[in-house]
Nanobody, 116 residues
Framework: QVQLVESGGGLVQPGGSLRLSCAAS????????MGWYRQAPGKQRDLVATITSGGSTNYRDSVKGRFTISRDNAKNTVYLQMNSLKPEDTAVYYC??????????WGQGTQVTVSS
């Protein structure tokens, strides 16, 4: 059992920055990868970025060079630094954790709105 709590969303102007945080608790030893997904109204939930327990990262093409995913193992927290934000980045961002037994866990989501 893993619990995930996201924070850091908000309203920002195009070109601005936000940093999302996802704090994990529970059976965190079972997590092999964590990631961020996003879902805009009327659209599917899409992968944004992932990071494995070994530190390997992966990003969707549209955020490469702008977003950075990182971990702080001491705090059991994963971050998503979002720079040069665009209106099309507007979505609810969800933290995800994949366990070593093939179970996925999700946070409650945090709203990111990019608008002038």
């Amino acid at each position: 059992q893993v619990q995930l709590v996201e924070s850091g969303g908000g309203l920002v102007q195009p070109g601005g920055s936000l940093r999302l945080s996802c704090a994990a608790s529970g059976s965190i030893f079972s997590i092999y990868a964590m990631g961020w997904y996003r879902q805009a109204p009327g659209k599917q939930r899409d992968l944004v970025a992932t990071i494995t327990s070994g530190g390997s990262t992966n990003y969707r093409d549209s955020v490469k060079g702008r977003f950075t995913i990182s971990r702080d193992n001491a705090k059991n927290t994963v971050y998503l630094q979002m720079n040069s934000l665009k209106p099309e980045d507007t979505a609810v961002y969800y933290c995800n954790a994949g366990s070593r037994i093939g179970v996925d866990y999700w946070g409650q989501g945090t709203q990111v709105t990019v608008s002038s």
